[in-house]
């Protein structure tokens, strides 16, 4: 957590680095954690939680798979063999059963998955989105009739999950699924040097050589 203040500030503002899986539990051995909550005034984050969660139902009908497309219309018939072969290995279910979700979607819930196989104590948080750092926060300042800005809208997020052509997500979710130790490794790596506050590590990762499934810059910049 950073303090922004001097420079005729009528008042300081605090930045905290957030780990979206990550429990409010660790953020609040962070000195001065509690006491600059309590303080602010507002709180801005990457969105307005409870606008995201009250749209899950919306996020999941974008989620699916048009019905004039299928997995098979998007990749070879051995990459196609091979996705659904890691698929069934790692949830025990294949494309007959998970093909209906666009690849955006699976690719996110499989780098759910490698998060909380990392750090089994990150699955809190799936469990209930409010418990994680970001949505502490956001409930805490609405409890005491703070206003929660977003930096993004909800839609803005929804647009970058789902809105990737169809075949870039396959071939993303594919290279993902065939490189799961590098994944693996990568995931364990942004772990341990959050929660170790590893400012040098974090930037590290960074760096895009040696990482084989690339994202274009133009999606790189969307994100961040």
């Given amino acids: 957590m950073w303090e922004i203040s001097g420079n005729g500030l009528p008042a300081p503002s605090y930045i905290i680095g957030t780990?979206?899986?990550?429990?409010?539990?660790?953020?609040?051995?962070?000195?001065?954690?509690?006491?600059?909550?309590s303080s602010a005034s507002q709180v801005v984050g990457e969105v307005v939680m409870e606008d995201m969660l009250s749209k899950l139902g919306h996020i999941m009908t974008l989620s699916m798979m048009p019905a004039d497309t299928t997995y098979r219309d998007l990749l070879s018939e051995a990459d196609y063999a091979e996705?659904?072969?890691?698929?069934?290995?790692?949830?025990?279910?294949?494309?007959?059963?998970?093909?209906?979700?666009?690849?955006?979607?699976?690719?996110?819930?499989?780098?759910m998955m490698l998060y909380t196989e990392s750090s089994p104590e990150l699955g809190t948080m799936l469990q209930d989105p409010m418990s994680g750092i970001d949505g502490y926060v956001q409930r805490v300042a609405s409890e005491n009739g703070k206003p929660c800005i977003g930096l993004e809208?909800?839609?803005?997020?929804?647009?970058?999950?789902?809105?990737?052509?169809?075949?870039?997500?396959?071939?993303?979710?594919?290279c993902m699924i065939i490189n799961m130790d590098y994944s693996r490794e990568m995931v364990k790596k942004l772990n341990d040097s959050y929660f170790a506050a590893?400012?040098?590590?974090?930037?590290?990762?960074?760096?895009?050589?040696?990482?084989?499934?690339?994202i274009s810059d133009?999606?790189?910049?969307?994100l961040n």
Wanted: proline fraction near 7%.
């Fill in 19 to 37: 780990h979206h899986l990550a429990s409010v539990d660790f953020a609040q051995n962070i000195p001065g954690f509690n006491e600059a909550l």
């Fill in 83 to 111: 996705l659904d072969r890691q698929l069934t290995s790692l949830f025990g279910a294949g494309l007959d059963q998970l093909g209906m979700l666009k690849p955006s979607m699976l690719s996110n819930v499989l780098s």
């Fill in 153 to 174: 809208s909800t839609e803005s997020q929804i647009d970058l999950l789902v809105s990737q052509p169809l075949k870039q997500q396959a071939d993303e979710l594919l």
């Fill in 198 to 214: 590893d400012l040098v590590a974090l930037y590290d990762l960074l760096d895009p050589s040696g990482n084989p499934c690339p």
């Fill in 218 to 222: 133009e999606y790189e910049y969307q």
